[in-house]
């Protein structure tokens, strides 16, 4: 069953067009994994799936509804949206920082069964013990786990995730990537995550979508997506390519110079 649905959208900022003729579906349980270098349309995409941008063309449904025509505390209950970590948090403890994910289902204040979503949350991701502590002074790592936490507090059907393992070590990137696997899964949701890392998009992602000058270069499985010819084309790099645990393991060589020095489109030279 399609959750998302994204149909020919184009986002521009002023005159400069960032997004053109973007198209994917998204089922429950599935985590797409979008891939592409800096500037590539990646973040803008995310927004304007949350409405935090309007397209200028094309159209974003939800379960069949087009999201212009949702309310924002409407769109609330279905998209959790997980920016990228920031240094500038305002002071708030765990607790009250993911009581208001609940935000779009309160009415006048916050119940009993609120609390226990909280403390249940918490629990998921085994940050309970963090509760009263104020968010900045937690490392990285803790204050992804409570954005990721406040998120599946609205109880979302969608996760748009910004790049969820930036400033992260290795074991932060797999304690938070194997939080998000699971709840996809446990929990019948479904999630896009913009994420540099090739071989973390490889081995969490069910489909990718690798974007390149604001368009969709290439779109599937990790293993037809992720090949040498297309990391060459898209990021100018050479790579070999190796499976591990049935999955494409990216191994970057060198970078290879742009033949006639253009931009996206054109075809590579060592």
């Not at 963090?130 to 406040?150: H, T, W, Y």
Request: charged share 25%; glycine share 8%; hydrophobic share 40%.
């Amino acid at each position: 069953m399609v959750k998302l649905k994204v149909k020919e959208v184009e986002f521009s900022y002023a005159s400069v067009l960032v997004l053109k003729d973007i198209c994917l579906e998204l089922a429950a349980s599935e985590m797409l994994g979008v891939v592409g270098p800096n500037g590539a349309g990646k973040s803008t995409l995310l927004r304007c799936i949350d409405r935090i941008l309007s397209p200028q063309k094309g159209c974003i449904s939800l379960d069949g509804q087009d999201i212009k025509k949702m309310s924002r505390m409407e769109l609330a209950k279905k998209v959790g949206y997980i920016p990228q970590s920031s240094s500038q948090i305002f002071p708030a403890t765990v607790f009250d920082t993911v009581l208001m994910g609940r935000r779009p289902h309160l009415s006048w204040k916050s119940s009993e069964e609120d609390t226990e979503m909280v403390l249940e949350t918490l629990r998921t991701l085994n940050i309970e013990d963090l509760a009263m502590r104020d968010i900045n002074e937690l490392s990285g790592g803790q204050q992804q786990k409570v954005f990721i936490a406040c998120a599946l507090t609205q109880e979302p059907d969608v996760l748009l995730l910004d790049e969820p393992t930036s400033n992260l070590d290795i074991r932060h990137q797999l304690e938070v990537m194997d939080i998000i696997k699971n709840v996809v899964r446990e929990k019948n949701i479904s999630a896009i995550m913009a994420i540099h890392d090739l071989n973390l998009g490889s081995r969490y992602a069910d489909r990718i979508l690798m974007m390149n000058g604001g368009k969709i270069f290439a779109a599937g499985t990790p293993s037809s997506v992720l090949t040498p010819e297309n990391i060459k084309h898209v990021y100018g790099v050479e790579s070999e390519v190796e499976e591990k645990r049935g999955k494409p393991y990216i191994v970057p060589i060198r970078p290879v110079s742009p033949k006639g020095g253009g931009n996206g489109g054109v075809s590579y030279e060592v």
